[in-house]
């Protein structure tokens, strides 16, 4: 067996070192068995499209120049307005919207606007400084005044927003009552517009699938003033300064109208009552643009001469009563309120949800929710791609146990809606109004009991797990496993992970309801292992948030900026402070390309093929050479 495996080692170091598995795909570049790929492929033979964009962009390749500390601040401080990129080199998948960024640079160039690119990996102090603490990220600099773009990364919403960014003050001034109508078609087309784009190549690229119809919203705030320069001079500096801070948010629109005589053809018309005074429009629309309607008809009106705070009441009616989790603007909107939310999820594949139609479901969540929008946030979400989060809120199994609903943890709110309750307005109104008393689980579920409306049953048919664990496809992490891979508990946390003289790589999962998390498993095991043969300085680790239902607080208390967001999460801490931004895993999963990328973030040579032994490298190189020999690559 020993002469066997010499005689091996001989010959394949003298053939040709050129040979990768298939051939790397015609994706990637092939050395010594090891394949490199292309930007945005992965896997051992570059067989794995990352996005569903298929383009040539490397990670931070886009842009006017990649700028370091030291000529950062002079850049920012130099130009009157400059978008910043932030991404890193680390992250597989922000090579996903470089090409947007491409025709981003070349759209401001034609401006005399640099789009200026930051490794986080590599620049750390910067992405602190302005609060990035995950990538890609975008600010945009006006007068060295920094703002954050919150929208899709995509040319069509970059653009948009860019140039509403670009307005003197936020405040598009309107000529007459045909300038006040032009401003609220054209506004409301640009953005339906380039959101039905960028939805559209959204959910191509994540692989995402609706699960109602898509409506966006627009909102448009317009001021009404006699005298702006003189008697209601304070009141149009106070609107002004609403115009600044609601700038920055891509759906929102600020105009003003200043002419006495318009204003006294709107008072005729009926649109306004007097100045000073803002009118707000909440607009949704489905497939096509709606006519304008009515001006005569805002969602709601705001007289500045009132003690009443005017960005509150901007912040708060400006944000749908009931959101989708799939359109990214209303949920930071209504996150920016600071008001626990209640989450509906349903099933996202299907048009009913424990036999009950998800359009009923909707109706009842909105008339609920347009009840007690200044007391609540409603967010509906798909419970088929969220079981994890559903997990992290105490709905243990999970998507496999739909429809559920349950209240945000950040708030210190845990009651979940009761599994044997009906899914009605008054049901959930009544778990509302316990919510927000403190009502602890059991006293919730007694009084949606009382409740005499019992429309909407639901049925349910959890069985636990949707799938079966088995070894080496999806498994779990088991006391007395020789695998090298630390248990982080809650107890545990702070001496583990917290300690800035360890380097640790932290694996993020739930044991319930998670599928990826156990195929993940079984890669991540052999990572524990070859790290320790290896002798490398790292410790390994797991932490189950199903285990414990204290995680959901502790971690939103202890490190609140960690990313939760799709489990499992993979997530890499070097010597020194626990700070964001922190290094996530974001390439195809398996051994190599974990070890890969671990050791090229430490700065560590692992050397080709780390992920094998000596015997499973050779037979690995063995292999590989019959098989492409087989394929006619190579005679």
């Known amino acids: 067996m020993v002469f066997r495996f010499v005689l091996l080692l001989l010959i394949l170091s003298v053939a040709s070192s050129d040979i990768c598995f298939n051939g790397c795909n015609g994706h990637g570049s092939c050395k010594n068995f090891v394949c490199t790929c292309q930007p945005n492929y992965g896997g051992d033979d570059c067989s794995v499209l990352l996005h569903n964009q298929d383009h040539t962009y490397y990670q931070l390749e886009a842009g006017t120049m990649n700028a370091t500390r030291k000529d950062f601040g002079p850049m920012v401080r130099k130009e009157k307005e400059v978008l910043v990129g932030f ?218 001469d009132t003690d009443d705070d005017v960005q509150k009441w901007a912040r708060d009616e400006s944000v749908e009563s009931m959101i989708f989790l799939t359109n990214a603007r209303e949920l930071k909107a209504m996150e920016r309120k600071g008001l626990p939310i209640i989450m509906l999820f349903v099933e996202g594949e299907q048009s009913h949800s424990g036999g009950v139609l998800n359009e009923n479901l909707f109706r009842e969540f909105q008339y609920v929710a347009d009840e007690l929008r200044d007391k609540l946030g409603f967010v509906v979400a798909p419970g088929n791609i969220h079981s994890s989060q559903m997990v992290m809120l105490g709905l243990k199994e999970g998507g496999d146990n739909l429809p559920a609903i349950a209240v945000n943890s950040q708030h210190g709110l845990g009651a979940n809606f009761p599994n044997d309750s009906p899914m009605n307005r008054d049901t959930i109104k009544k778990f509302c109004a316990q919510v927000l008393s403190g009502g602890s689980s059991e006293s919730i579920g007694k009084s949606l009991q009382a409740v005499s409306n019992k429309m909407y049953p639901i049925t349910r048919s959890y069985k636990g797990n949707a799938f079966k664990f088995e070894k080496g496809i999806a498994e779990r992490f088991t006391d007395g496993e020789d695998f090298h891979i630390a248990k982080v508990t809650v107890d545990n946390f702070e001496a583990f992970v917290m300690d800035e003289s360890k380097k640790v790589l932290l694996m993020i999962h739930t044991s319930k309801n998670c599928e990826l998390c156990a195929n993940f498993a079984v890669y991540y095991k052999h990572v524990g292992l070859r790290f320790h043969e290896l002798g490398i300085d790292i410790s390994v680790a797991e932490l189950d948030l199903g285990d414990d239902e204290k995680w959901a607080e502790y971690l939103g208390a202890r490190m609140r900026e960690l990313d939760l967001g799709n489990l499992p999460r993979l997530v890499l801490f070097g010597r020194g402070p626990r700070e964001p931004p922190f290094k996530y895993f974001s390439g195809f999963g398996k051994t190599k390309a974990i070890m890969d990328w671990t050791g090229k973030q430490l700065g560590l040579d692992l050397g080709d093929l780390a992920h094998l032994n000596d015997e499973d490298k050779a037979r690995f190189k063995e292999q590989v050479t019959a098989r492409e020999k087989a394929r006619g690559d190579i005679l």
């Open 87 to 304: 991404s890193s080199s680390s992250c597989a998948r922000c090579a996903g919207p470089e090409g947007d960024y491409v025709q981003v640079a070349e759209a401001l160039q034609t401006e005399g606007i640099k789009f200026i690119r930051v490794d986080v990996a590599k620049e750390v102090d910067i992405a602190r400084r302005y609060g990035v603490v995950d990538v890609p990220a975008l600010i945009f600099f006006k007068k060295k005044k920094p703002f954050r773009y919150e929208g899709a990364h995509l040319a069509g919403s970059i653009m948009e927003w860019v140039t509403k960014m670009r307005i003197e003050g936020g405040v598009t001034d309107l000529v007459g009552k045909v300038g006040v109508e032009e401003f609220w078609v054209q506004n409301g087309r640009n953005f339906i517009t380039n959101s039905q784009d960028d939805s559209a190549k959204q959910l191509q690229q994540q692989e995402d699938q609706p699960f109602s119809a898509s409506s966006y919203t627009v909102i448009l705030l317009i001021g009404f003033f006699r005298s702006p320069e003189s008697m209601e001079i304070d009141e149009y500096e106070d609107f002004l300064e609403l115009a600044r801070e609601m700038q920055p948010i891509g759906n929102v629109f600020v105009g003003a109208v200043k002419d006495e005589d318009v204003v006294a053809e709107m008072r005729s018309a009926g649109v306004i009552q007097r100045t000073p005074s803002v009118n707000i429009y909440r607009k949704k629309y489905n497939e096509a643009m709606t006519p304008v309607a009515a001006l005569s008809n805002p969602s709601s009106t705001f007289y500045l």
